[in-house]
């Protein structure tokens, strides 16, 4: 299971103001680079400025981000848009916009660094392992149980938590070593989905 899931529900709700974009000539690699420009600006500023109050703006810039996400998407399959150059924007600036966006958490814990920098690194091979599907025959995988959709949700709720006063402390740990156990479980998910898939179209 994977909030991921739920795309396509959102992606209806967005399509009127897709087409309105797509009309006045908006772009999906426009749409994607400013989504990538915005997450590397806001974590940039709340690592050098780590003021709780402007932790909030993470959910908030995480549900944005998750509607252009969609957008570019939209405006690629289904007004024409689709390009090599967009393939390489999508993937590389979601990957750069996670890790912006995570690491003001790895900053603020008073457990060091590591333990949040594993869970980043382990992010960014989550996505790595669902773009080798593409390599082998399979289709790019989105499998969870700790996706890109997911982890904006719970790094949404940190964001919250920090913002209304929350501390990390020893209990923080856990909660990264739960994390780094369920994305784990992803790599692991989307390696064996992918190699079912691209054997399964082999035959």
Do not use: C
């Not at 998750?66 to 848009?81: F, K, S, T, Y």
């Not at 995570?102 to 690194?121: E, K, Q, S, T, W």
């Not at 989105?142 to 790094?155: E, Q, T």
């Amino acid at each position: 299971m994977s909030v991921y899931q739920l795309k396509s529900r959102f992606q209806n709700i967005l399509r009127p103001l897709v087409r309105a974009l797509a009309t006045r000539g908006v772009t999906a690699n426009q749409v994607t680079s400013v989504a990538a420009a915005v997450s590397v600006a806001l974590g940039l500023l709340l690592s050098v400025v780590p003021r709780p109050q402007l932790f909030l703006f993470v959910p908030v810039w995480f549900l944005l981000r998750m509607g252009l996400n969609a957008i570019d998407g939209m405006l690629a399959r289904e007004h024409g848009q689709k390009s090599i150059l967009g393939a390489y924007l999508n993937e590389i600036g979601d990957v750069v916009s996670d890790i912006a966006l995570y690491l003001p958490f790895a900053l603020i814990d008073p457990n060091g660094l590591m333990p949040a920098m594993a869970v980043i690194l382990l992010s960014v091979l989550t996505e790595f392992a669902g773009i080798l599907g593409q390599t082998v025959g399979a289709s790019r995988r989105y499998d969870g149980p700790m996706g890109k959709s997911d982890r904006a949700v719970l790094f949404g709720a940190l964001g919250v938590f920090v913002a209304v006063g929350g501390t990390f402390a020893a209990w923080s740990l856990w909660l990264w070593a739960v994390m780094a156990l369920l994305l784990m479980w992803t790599v692991i998910n989307r390696v064996s989905a992918g190699i079912g898939e691209a054997r399964t179209a082999a035959r």
